[in-house]
């Protein structure tokens, strides 16, 4: 029976979590092999998707890359672990996981129109008002 070719979905998002981190942490092999004490071919085996980690290992792939485990297995519920995100924070990232790709993209024009205006705060009202026209929707009267 031929090989899946390519990496599985799980290992694909514990790979871009790990880039995601700041500092980012290695996803290869070798790395994850000595981290979790297991060998060469069980970390071969869930890169490829020929077998996929008993829960206990799929924990320590979690809270290795700062993942939910249920976000890991099947990429659904919350990226990231919330028990230390203030209620505020919490409340933006389930706004943010329901919005689609271009609403998300929308949002994060705004958020940085907010932050230029924290960090200088000479900037034009006009201008302003300018951005903001183009990152929200209209709205009916």
Do not use: H
């Amino acid at each position: 029976m031929p090989k899946p070719a390519g990496k599985s979905a799980l290992w694909k998002r514990f790979e871009d979590a790990c880039a995601d981190l700041k500092p980012a942490k290695s996803s290869d092999q070798a790395t994850i092999q000595s981290k979790l004490n297991v060998s060469q071919s069980t970390v071969s085996n869930w890169k490829r998707g020929e077998k996929t980690p008993p829960i206990e290992r799929a924990l320590e792939l979690a809270e290795y890359a700062d993942l939910c485990v249920q976000f890991l297995y099947k990429g659904q519920g919350p990226r990231r672990p919330w028990g230390d995100m203030s209620r505020p924070l919490a409340k933006l990232v389930t706004v943010w996981e329901d919005l689609s790709a271009t609403d998300r993209d929308k949002l994060l024009e705004y958020a940085e129109l907010l932050r230029m205006r924290q960090s200088a705060p000479d900037i034009a009202a006009s201008q302003n008002v300018t951005l903001i026209r183009k990152t929200l929707p209209k709205t009916p009267p």
